[in-house]
Protein backbone atom coordinates (compact mmCIF):
# COMPACT_ATOMS: atom_id res chain seq x y z
CA UNK A 1 0.00 0.00 0.00
CA UNK A 2 1.51 3.43 -1.29
CA UNK A 3 3.75 4.64 -3.86
CA UNK A 4 7.73 3.68 -3.48
CA UNK A 5 10.21 6.72 -2.18
CA UNK A 6 13.89 6.62 -4.40
CA UNK A 7 15.91 7.08 -1.39
CA UNK A 8 18.72 7.92 -3.92
CA UNK A 9 16.80 10.68 -5.30
CA UNK A 10 14.77 12.16 -2.55
CA UNK A 11 14.14 12.35 1.27
CA UNK A 12 10.97 12.01 2.53
CA UNK A 13 10.03 13.03 6.15
CA UNK A 14 6.94 13.01 7.95
CA UNK A 15 6.83 15.66 10.57
CA UNK A 16 4.37 16.26 13.68
CA UNK A 17 3.09 19.72 14.48
CA UNK A 18 6.20 20.36 16.61
CA UNK A 19 8.33 19.60 13.34
CA UNK A 20 9.68 16.74 14.96
CA UNK A 21 9.77 12.90 12.97
CA UNK A 22 6.63 11.08 13.74
CA UNK A 23 6.57 7.29 14.17
CA UNK A 24 6.13 4.99 11.13
CA UNK A 25 2.64 4.23 9.89
CA UNK A 26 1.42 7.81 11.97
CA UNK A 27 -0.29 10.53 10.13
CA UNK A 28 1.99 13.74 9.26
CA UNK A 29 3.19 16.58 7.35
CA UNK A 30 5.00 15.06 4.48
CA UNK A 31 8.77 17.23 4.15
CA UNK A 32 10.48 16.28 0.76
CA UNK A 33 14.38 17.38 0.12
CA UNK A 34 15.55 16.22 -3.44
CA UNK A 35 19.21 14.96 -3.93
CA UNK A 36 19.64 15.13 -7.74
CA UNK A 37 19.79 18.84 -8.23
CA UNK A 38 23.10 20.43 -8.88
CA UNK A 39 24.24 23.46 -7.97
CA UNK A 40 21.60 23.97 -5.37
CA UNK A 41 21.74 23.62 -1.26
CA UNK A 42 19.71 21.11 0.13
CA UNK A 43 16.54 22.45 0.55
CA UNK A 44 13.42 20.77 2.96
CA UNK A 45 10.14 21.58 1.09
CA UNK A 46 7.08 21.69 3.48
CA UNK A 47 4.41 20.27 1.33
CA UNK A 48 1.14 20.85 3.37
CA UNK A 49 0.13 17.23 2.45
CA UNK A 50 -1.04 14.90 5.35
CA UNK A 51 0.08 11.07 4.78
CA UNK A 52 1.97 8.19 6.16
CA UNK A 53 5.44 6.28 5.61
CA UNK A 54 5.19 2.77 5.27
CA UNK A 55 8.58 0.90 6.00
CA UNK A 56 7.27 -2.97 5.93
CA UNK A 57 8.04 -5.51 2.99
CA UNK A 58 5.84 -4.12 0.15
CA UNK A 59 3.78 -7.23 -1.35
CA UNK A 60 5.92 -6.64 -4.92
CA UNK A 61 9.06 -7.79 -2.92
CA UNK A 62 11.25 -3.99 -2.51
CA UNK A 63 11.85 -3.01 0.97
CA UNK A 64 11.97 0.86 0.40
CA UNK A 65 9.48 3.02 2.52
CA UNK A 66 6.34 4.19 0.99
CA UNK A 67 4.29 6.92 1.06
CA UNK A 68 0.48 5.97 1.82
CA UNK A 69 -2.22 8.00 -0.29
CA UNK A 70 -2.67 12.03 0.94
CA UNK A 71 -5.19 11.73 3.65
CA UNK A 72 -5.87 15.67 3.38
CA UNK A 73 -4.04 18.85 3.36
CA UNK A 74 -2.67 20.25 6.56
CA UNK A 75 -4.71 23.59 6.25
CA UNK A 76 -7.68 21.91 5.93
CA UNK A 77 -7.45 20.06 9.22
CA UNK A 78 -10.68 19.81 11.43
CA UNK A 79 -10.76 19.08 14.73
CA UNK A 80 -14.19 17.80 15.75
CA UNK A 81 -15.63 16.33 18.97
CA UNK A 82 -11.65 15.60 19.89
CA UNK A 83 -10.65 14.05 16.39
CA UNK A 84 -8.70 15.16 14.16
CA UNK A 85 -10.29 14.35 10.37
CA UNK A 86 -9.89 16.09 6.93
CA UNK A 87 -12.09 16.41 4.18
CA UNK A 88 -11.47 13.52 1.80
CA UNK A 89 -12.67 11.30 4.97
CA UNK A 90 -16.06 12.73 4.76
CA UNK A 91 -16.75 12.65 1.15
CA UNK A 92 -15.85 9.05 1.68
CA UNK A 93 -18.53 8.65 3.74
CA UNK A 94 -21.08 10.80 1.33
CA UNK A 95 -19.83 9.25 -1.89
CA UNK A 96 -20.30 5.90 -0.94
CA UNK A 97 -24.39 6.38 -0.14
CA UNK A 98 -26.23 6.03 -2.45
CA UNK A 99 -29.18 8.30 -1.83
CA UNK A 100 -27.19 11.24 -1.42
CA UNK A 101 -27.22 13.32 -4.93
CA UNK A 102 -24.97 16.15 -3.71
CA UNK A 103 -23.52 17.73 -0.30
CA UNK A 104 -21.38 20.27 0.28
CA UNK A 105 -19.29 20.44 3.59
CA UNK A 106 -19.11 24.02 5.61
CA UNK A 107 -16.67 24.32 8.68
CA UNK A 108 -16.82 27.25 11.13
CA UNK A 109 -15.32 28.02 14.39
CA UNK A 110 -17.63 27.34 17.08
CA UNK A 111 -17.55 29.36 20.14
CA UNK A 112 -15.56 26.93 22.22
CA UNK A 113 -12.73 27.28 19.72
CA UNK A 114 -13.31 24.06 17.81
CA UNK A 115 -14.41 23.35 14.52
CA UNK A 116 -17.90 23.48 13.51
CA UNK A 117 -19.23 20.91 10.73
CA UNK A 118 -22.05 21.47 8.93
CA UNK A 119 -22.84 19.09 6.11
CA UNK A 120 -25.62 20.03 3.55
CA UNK A 121 -26.96 17.18 1.36
CA UNK A 122 -29.07 16.70 -1.37
CA UNK A 123 -30.92 13.44 -1.64
CA UNK A 124 -31.76 11.62 -4.99
CA UNK A 125 -35.08 10.40 -3.77
CA UNK A 126 -36.91 9.62 -0.25
CA UNK A 127 -35.37 6.66 1.10
CA UNK A 128 -37.99 6.27 3.18
CA UNK A 129 -36.43 6.07 6.55
CA UNK A 130 -34.75 8.56 8.61
CA UNK A 131 -32.02 9.97 6.67
CA UNK A 132 -30.00 12.22 8.88
CA UNK A 133 -30.07 9.22 11.86
CA UNK A 134 -28.68 6.61 9.18
CA UNK A 135 -25.86 9.55 8.07
CA UNK A 136 -24.87 10.26 11.75
CA UNK A 137 -24.34 6.49 12.17
CA UNK A 138 -22.58 5.90 9.24
CA UNK A 139 -19.70 9.15 10.04
CA UNK A 140 -19.68 7.25 13.19
CA UNK A 141 -18.72 4.10 12.38
CA UNK A 142 -16.25 5.59 9.43
CA UNK A 143 -14.80 8.27 11.10
CA UNK A 144 -15.97 7.96 14.56
CA UNK A 145 -17.61 11.34 14.88
CA UNK A 146 -20.81 12.84 13.51
CA UNK A 147 -21.33 16.10 11.61
CA UNK A 148 -24.47 18.58 11.85
CA UNK A 149 -26.42 17.43 9.06
CA UNK A 150 -28.96 19.34 6.91
CA UNK A 151 -31.08 17.95 4.30
CA UNK A 152 -31.45 20.37 1.68
CA UNK A 153 -32.93 20.56 -2.04
CA UNK A 154 -30.93 19.35 -4.63
CA UNK A 155 -31.08 22.40 -6.71
CA UNK A 156 -29.81 24.51 -3.86
CA UNK A 157 -26.84 22.46 -3.25
CA UNK A 158 -26.30 22.25 -7.09
CA UNK A 159 -26.06 26.03 -6.71
CA UNK A 160 -23.24 25.75 -3.99
CA UNK A 161 -21.65 23.10 -6.06
CA UNK A 162 -21.02 24.68 -9.29
CA UNK A 163 -20.70 29.02 -8.70
CA UNK A 164 -20.87 30.81 -11.70
CA UNK A 165 -17.19 31.85 -11.62
CA UNK A 166 -15.72 28.94 -10.34
CA UNK A 167 -14.47 25.95 -12.96
CA UNK A 168 -14.55 23.07 -10.24
CA UNK A 169 -17.22 21.64 -7.99
CA UNK A 170 -17.19 23.28 -4.55
CA UNK A 171 -17.33 20.25 -2.05
CA UNK A 172 -15.43 21.85 1.16
CA UNK A 173 -15.98 25.48 2.34
CA UNK A 174 -13.84 26.50 5.00
CA UNK A 175 -15.69 29.76 7.22
CA UNK A 176 -13.10 29.50 9.80
CA UNK A 177 -10.90 32.78 10.81
Not at 47 to 64: F, L, M, N, P, Y
Not at 105 to 118: E, F, H, P, Y
Request: net charge neutral; glycine share 10%.
Amino acid sequence: MGGHVHPELIIVEIIGDDGMPVADGQPGEVVVTTLGVEGMPLLRFRTGDIACKHVEQCRCGRWSYRLSPLLGRKNNMIKLKGTTLYPPAINDVLDNTDYVENYVVIVRNSKAGTDDVLVKVGLKNDPGFDVVKELKDSFRSRIRVAPEIEICPVPEIQAINYPPTGRKPVKFIDQRK
